[in-house]
């Protein structure tokens, strides 16, 4: 099935970093909320409980968070933008990315709110 990027369907910016990921990755990577019926099936408990504070990643049956999970999504990425960001996932620099990201998630209601306005007919986005 490719890659599923599991995100808060309750999160603005999450919304948003879906959108810029749509446009820029192919039809292999899909999407589905963290609340969905898709995420009951293949994300553990602990990654579906509220407080939701992290992006997970599903490929081939194995599940990556964080930056780890920016790491699959990044190598999805075409050309140089792509390569970039998968430099921002070295070993030296996860700590300082996980750091950022758990600091942006326990704000990103606040600062984006809580609407998703992602387009439920789409074969990209599952339930």
């Not at 990027?5 to 999450?14: I, P, R, S």
């Not at 999504?73 to 700590?95: K, N, S, Y």
Request: glycine letters at 8%.
């Amino acid at each position: 099935m490719g890659v599923i990027v599991f995100f808060d369907g309750a999160c603005g910016l999450c919304d948003r970093a879906v959108r810029w990921l749509w446009n820029r990755t192919d039809a292999d990577v899909r999407f589905a909320p963290l609340q969905g019926e898709t995420a009951k099936r293949r994300v553990p408990e602990k990654f579906r409980t509220p407080p939701l504070s992290t992006l997970v990643v599903w490929e081939e049956g194995v599940i990556s968070v964080e930056s780890d999970g920016l790491a699959v999504i990044a190598r999805r990425i075409p050309g140089l933008l792509g390569r970039m960001a998968c430099a921002l996932t070295l070993p030296f620099a996860r700590p300082l990315l996980n750091a950022g990201y758990r600091f942006i998630a326990g704000n990103r209601h606040h600062w984006f709110g809580t609407t998703c306005r992602l387009a439920p007919d789409t074969e990209r986005l599952l339930p």
